[in-house]
């Protein structure tokens, strides 16, 4: 079974950081893009960040410079690496698989999210 | 890519034709997706490609459109398709962007 489970969220005060992880199974890890997307509480859907199975990283204007995305194939996890994070930063995150590798792969398997709430 | 769906709440009987649409700011070709969400769970793909059904996806959900006019077309609404419905654009990214949702909800 296809399977991603996210984990490292929580309560964090505005400038902390965190970093979030999100663990694979069921599929041939290396071989496709892994996105994170999160959505704050009562809203929609805002796209965070992608990393392709060659490690491009690619960033929204709103995290860049702040966030960093990683992937360990050996570990089949993605990562979220959060710093100086702000009250608009609350939301649940989300981890993704894409349908394949390259253009035109859209977020395809979701995990069930991760809550990060930053607040003093 | 400002991706804007309409309208922003649909009330529909059991049993009846649901049309949701989506417009792109500009061309998107057919690098579309529509997504499910059901309260308290995470998004699922439904249409890729603007009319390719995901794996599992029942034949009730048709997507169609190509450029910057889309539409998801629920044939037949049954119970556990209430819920709320984002597209997204794929094309040129980043960032990916989605819409703001329609809610499918029970007239």
């Known amino acids: 079974e296809v399977q991603l489970v996210e984990s490292g969220g929580g309560l964090v005060q505005p400038g902390g950081s965190l970093r979030l992880s999100c663990a694979a199974s069921?599929?041939?890890?290396?071989?496709?893009?892994m996105h994170w997307v999160r959505q704050a509480p009562g809203q929609g859907l805002e796209w965070v960040s992608a990393?392709?199975?060659?490690?491009?990283?690619y960033y929204s204007g709103s995290v860049k410079g702040r966030f960093t995305i990683s992937r360990d194939n050996a570990k089949n996890s993605s990562y979220l690496q959060m710093n100086s994070l702000r009250a608009g930063d609350s939301a649940v995150y989300f981890c993704?698989?894409?349908?394949?590798?390259?253009?035109?792969?859209?977020?395809?398997?979701w995990g069930q999210g991760t809550l990060v709430t930053v607040s003093s | 890519i400002v991706m804007t769906q309409s309208p922003a709440t649909l009330s529909v009987s059991p049993g009846e034709r649901a049309t949701l649409s989506c417009r792109a700011s500009q061309n998107i070709t057919t690098y579309l997706a529509w997504y499910q969400q059901k309260s308290g769970q995470a998004p699922s793909l439904l249409i890729y490609g603007a009319s390719t059904r995901a794996a599992g996806v029942p034949a009730r959900f048709s997507g169609s459109g190509s450029g910057t006019e889309f539409t998801l077309t629920l044939s037949s609404l049954q119970s556990e398709d209430f819920a709320v419905y984002y597209c997204q654009q794929y094309h040129l990214w980043p960032p990916i962007t989605f819409g703001g949702g329609t809610k499918v909800e029970i007239k």
């Open positions: 069921g599929f041939t890890f290396s071989a496709y893009d």
């Open positions: 993704a698989r894409a349908t394949c590798s390259g253009a035109g792969c859209p977020p395809e398997i």
């Open positions: 990393i392709g199975t060659g490690r491009d990283q």
